[in-house]
């Protein structure tokens, strides 16, 4: 049985005491985590969507970039950027896991752990920038793919402010939009604001954001009102149109 096989469970994410000691506690779920995933591959790379790596070991993002951060520093960690758009591949380095966490001794190396450390802390920042460089890519394509298609829709600026408010709002709560999704809901705000005005719109995601909604919502009373007008005002629509029907078409 070697390290992979110990530190790899079905259904579980085994951690080592002196190593979450050493480097914390999330590093050490994160690093169990990567065994499980690394014991169906061998030696070879493997891919884990960060989704469900997130998934997986309950971390916030924050926590596993940091996490990444210190596995690759070890060196315990490697991962490689494969297709396109890229993706990436990640790999458990055996040589230095053994290295890293040595279960012939019983005490904690204070020196070791210093150079690690040191190591880890050097090595990273590199990893570091390329993720977070990797992140702001995706996101100014994605502000710029949202703007696009929200402009297609709205040429009204207060009602375009208000919905890449909400945007950003549901991005907050990791709750961004794909193409399909925001085209359905753009198309839905779009039928609200030519029944019952922009202002409407407006109001409606501005009273969502503030009570934390997870989907846009007006005000039941708001929401009532308008709909009530909307009727009267197609009522007398087609009163007029009656009126001005000439009387042999009638009949």
Known sequence: MDIIDILAGDGYIIFNKEFAKRYGLEASVLLGAMCGYQK???????????????EDTTLTAYALRSSIKILQGLGVIEYEKRGMPAKYYYKVNIENLERVIDFRKSRVDENAKSRDYETANSCVEENDSTYKNNDKNNDKNNNAGYAALVNEFFNNEPVKTAINTWLDYKKENRQSYKPTGLKVLLNRLKKDADNFGEQYVIDEIEHSISNRYSGIFAKKEYQTQKKQ??????????????????LEDMF
């Open 229 to 246: 007008e909307f009727q009267r005002h197609d009522y007398s629509k087609q009163v007029l149109a009656d009126v001005e029907t000439p």
């Open 40 to 54: 169906g591959f061998h030696n070879e790379y493997f891919y884990r969507e960060q989704s469900k790596i997130l």
